[in-house]
């Protein structure tokens, strides 16, 4: 797989509207890279994600993935090598935690072995013991607990990269943590790449390296995390800062957060 698991080259798109969504977007996300994405609402953040997906393409520009534009890619085939994790998490409320992770298996036609291997794999992975978990059911689950499982569902199929949305935006601190714990450690043990959307700068530093700031369909500054927010060089950067001030870093906050989540199972 190339360096480059994500690219955008001059992509422009506009959905029929008069003013475009994207102006002429450049990014590159690397395999094994957290990368943030930060802006306003309707800064263009997940229309990026949809353009990955191939949910949508672009109007002038390409957006490359592993090496090979979206419009040559086989939808389902690409969606294959993406997990998608979502702030509502979308689970199904008639199926127990099991079988909502199964559902993709189950569609790709896997041996009902190899799938229920791959659910009691995932399960003790996200730190849901299956003997405990399987046969519950998503009402019947925390916040956290119901995230973990949509992280658990998103990367069932092994991908290579995983998009995300405002995960854990509405959940409380403690619970943010050990979700964002979590997606840290996936990243680093599955060498995935992660765009990672947020509007909380305080989520984006404890688990992002780089950081893309946008404004209105533009990539308006980027680069590591630490420095973009020590030295922002663009004057909007400043105005989000100062909008959500930066808290000083707690090193120990992700590991609390975790340990608070599984004393409270």
């Keep these: 797989m190339s360096s480059q698991a994500i690219e955008f080259r001059g992509v422009t798109f506009s959905r029929g509207a008069e003013s475009p969504v994207l102006h002429d977007v450049s990014l590159t996300i690397e395999t094994g890279a957290v990368v ?22 672009p109007d002038r520009g390409d957006v490359i993935v592993q090496g090979q534009s979206t419009r040559a890619w086989d939808p389902i085939v690409l969606r294959r090598r993406i997990g998608y994790v979502l702030q509502d998490v979308g689970l199904f409320p008639h199926l127990t935690i099991g079988d909502n992770i199964a559902v993709i298996p189950r569609l790709e036609k896997w041996p009902e072995a190899r799938t229920r291997a791959r659910v009691l794999e995932l399960l003790q992975l996200v730190g849901l013991p299956a003997e405990r978990f399987e046969s519950r059911w998503p009402d019947e689950l925390s916040g956290g607990q119901r995230q973990r499982v949509g992280i658990a569902r998103a990367v069932v199929l092994r991908p290579d990269f995983v998009l995300a949305d405002e995960i854990v935006s509405g959940l409380d601190v403690s619970t943010q943590a050990q979700v964002l714990r979590l997606l840290k450690e996936l990243t680093g043990e599955m060498h995935l790449a992660l765009a990672f ?3 909380d700068l305080s989520v984006i530093r404890s688990i992002c390296q780089r950081v893309l700031v946008m404004r209105e369909g533009r990539v308006v500054e980027e680069g ?8 922002p060089a663009a004057a909007y950067t400043r105005v989000l800062i100062d909008a959500i001030p930066l808290p000083a870093i707690d090193p120990g906050w992700l590991t609390r957060g975790a340990a608070v989540e599984a004393a409270t199972a």
Excluded at 42 to 53: D, E, S
Excluded at 224 to 230: I, L, Q, S, T
């Design 197 to 199: 959307i947020s509007h």
């Design 36 to 57: 943030a994405l930060v802006g306003r609402s309707g800064a263009g953040k997940t229309t990026i994600l949809k353009l990955v997906n191939r949910l949508l393409l």
């Design 224 to 231: 590591p995390c630490e420095r973009v927010f020590a030295a």
